[in-house]
């Protein structure tokens, strides 16, 4: 989570001056297509919708000619499929601005259980934000997967057997439906 699209140097949540709310993606192109991204995106959101504010504006900021040229391919198609206006805006990528701690992983944050199976993992609190482990926790934690599919993923990124067993356990107590 940050802020980008604005001209005010270093914004933050309470000085935010004309920037929007935002998440960065870092992906690996041999891993998942900046189509399939785009895709998520235009399905994770209600692009007919008009913005009430510049900083929680439906924004979609590319970083060269082929993203935006994607970018305004699937707008496009979302419109005529759609049948209506799409007010999501596509703009150039200029700085982005991560949010303070206090916004980053807001699901697993409030999580206090799972906070102190996870945290221990980490030594600085970057090394516990750019965590893949920590993003899925997070995802599932916020209402994203399956338990099945989380344990797949955690044993994939080598996490500690007994961590993987506690955090599963934690989750499974929670009682909550699969998606």
């Not at 998440?23 to 008009?50: A, C, G, M, N």
């Not at 699937?74 to 982005?96: E, M, N, V, W």
């Not at 102190?116 to 750019?130: A, G, I, Q, W």
Request: charged share 25%.
């Amino acid at each position: 989570m940050g802020y980008t699209g604005g001209t005010t140097q270093d914004p933050t949540y309470g000085n935010l001056g004309d920037h929007t709310e935002t998440i960065q993606i870092d992906y690996d192109p041999d891993q998942i297509s900046y189509e399939k991204l785009l895709e998520v995106f235009w399905r994770s959101h209600d692009p007919t919708t008009r913005s009430w504010s510049r900083q929680y504006m439906s924004a979609l900021f590319f970083h060269n000619d082929e993203q935006r040229r994607l970018a305004i391919k699937t707008r496009d198609f979302q419109a005529s499929q759609r049948g209506q206006k799409i007010y999501t805006r596509i703009l150039p990528a200029p700085a982005f601005y991560l949010a303070e701690a206090y916004h980053q992983k807001h699901a697993l944050g409030s999580d206090r259980p799972l906070m102190e199976v996870l945290r221990p993992l980490y030594k600085t609190n970057n090394d516990f934000m750019n965590s893949t482990a920590v993003a899925k926790v997070n995802g599932y934690v916020g209402g994203y997967g399956t338990i099945a599919s989380l344990e797949a993923e955690l044993t994939r990124l080598a996490l500690p057997t007994e961590v993987i067993r506690e955090v599963l356990d934690i989750l499974q107590g929670y009682g909550r439906k699969p998606l």
